[in-house]
């Protein structure tokens, strides 16, 4: 399926340690999606990477897609405790129905303390 | 102001009832969406309308019943609630239209809890 599976599925760092979340996908996809959910909370979309891109940053983010492998990782660096959220991806393709949607996993619940 | 909100933020309730959520985005999208997330946080998708028009179904009870009165807005009715409908419902909505900006926009959720 194009469903993200997030690895590891819980994560506990010290503040200003790097956190390295991974996702795997089965199908081929448009682009590749990371939202962050903070407790009791909406997903927040954080950054898009395009199929024909194989890293992306934005910030303390850094993103990278191996399309060949059908994965891709998050790497947040320099962590805070306001960090502290569950981290999902979603891979972007058409279903088959002709749709374009995103497919999202149960995430990587990241806890950074203090 | 609150780019997508929906209502009510909670919602208990007993089995066999009727009962209704609202979604409303400010944003100009042309597309929304409902996702259920249980108590694993699976985020699972449920339906998507592109400017009034269903374009998403995936396999939900029919008992679930979108209704799109303008590309603004998105309610979700649900007949005959059951305890495995309790979960947390989030509305969203996205531009549509180019999949390469095809961001996203979560409400706040409705934690829905049937007894």
């Known amino acids: 399926s194009q469903q993200g599976e997030e690895d590891p599925q819980a994560l506990s760092i010290q503040e200003g340690e790097n956190a390295t979340m991974n996702c795997s996908y089965k199908t081929s996809i448009n682009n590749l999606q990371w939202y962050r959910q903070n407790s009791g909370r909406g997903l927040v979309h954080l950054i898009l990477i395009r199929s024909n891109e194989r890293e992306k940053h934005s910030g303390r983010l850094r993103v990278t897609l191996d399309t060949s492998k059908k994965s891709s990782s998050l790497l947040i660096t320099a962590s805070r405790a306001a960090d502290t959220a569950s981290y999902f991806c979603?891979?972007?393709?058409?279903?088959?129905?002709?749709?374009?949607?995103?497919?999202f996993g149960k995430g990587t619940k990241l806890s950074v303390i203090p | 102001d609150t780019a997508v909100s929906q209502t009510p933020k909670y919602l208990v309730t007993q089995m066999g009832n009727d009962k209704s959520i609202k979604c409303e985005q400010n944003l100009g999208h042309d597309t929304m969406y409902w996702y259920k997330q249980d108590s694993k946080k699976f985020l699972k998708i449920m339906f998507s309308?592109?400017?009034?028009?269903?374009?998403i179904n995936e396999t939900v009870p029919n008992r679930f019943s979108p209704k799109s009165p303008d590309k603004a807005h998105l309610n979700l009715h649900i007949n005959s609630l059951e305890l495995g409908d309790s979960a947390v419902y989030f509305c969203a909505s996205s531009p549509g239209g180019n999949v390469a900006k095809n961001i996203q926009y979560f409400g706040a959720g409705t934690r829905l809890s049937v007894l």
């Open positions: 309308y592109n400017n009034k028009e269903l374009i």
């Open positions: 979603a891979p972007g393709g058409y279903s088959g129905a002709g749709s374009y949607q995103l497919t």
